[in-house]
């Protein structure tokens, strides 16, 4: 599980076919060193299992659902992503619960100083981006998303784009000051959202404490 607080930023290095499944080489000298073979890490909000792990890089394996739902193989080499470990079991969270189980991909509409005066580490800056439509439902004003695994606050929501708040902190520090306007951007809905959506469809269902554990919470 993850808190959607970005620990650092790494670069795509390549993203190799396989007969099989894909697999993407990552540059993260801040992040490898830490990693042993089989950990978890979000890579721009998807959870992936590090492999053959070098002193400052470290691969990972992408399965059909993966290629599928998230912007990992349209990458280009160089481009920046964000990654976080797993939160440890009793540290603080921050955040919001963030799976690493992106829902779909949506696409970046603005990103637009708030002061366009003001230094860029000096203002905040308001994001726009179109929900994908199978996440829309779970998506309401003032809940939580994962957007490139970063968690925020919706500001407004129309139906169809979601408005962020963006500090000069989350601006400097993740992958978003690098991102255009048509950019794909991976999205994971609130899981609690979820939850309160299946149980309203399914009057049975009951929100328990066996439920959240034996679900990884």
Known sequence: MFTGLIETTGTLLSVENRAGAKR?????????????????????????????IGPATFHADLAAETVARTSLTHLAPGTVVNLELPTSAGAPLGGHIVQGHVDGTGTLVALDPVNPKAEENQTDWRLKVEVPANTRPYV???????????????????????????IPHTYAATNLHTLKPGTPVNIEADVLMKLAMQQKREPGFELTLDYLVANGF
């Open 24 to 52: 993407i080489t990552i540059a993260a000298p801040a992040l490898a060193p830490k990693l042993k073979t089989g950990d978890s890490i979000a890579v721009s909000g998807v959870c992936l299992t590090a492999l053959d």
């Open 140 to 166: 309401v004003e003032k809940g939580s998303i994962a957007i490139e695994g970063i968690s925020l606050t919706i500001a407004a929501w129309d139906g169809k784009t979601a408005e962020v708040a963006i």
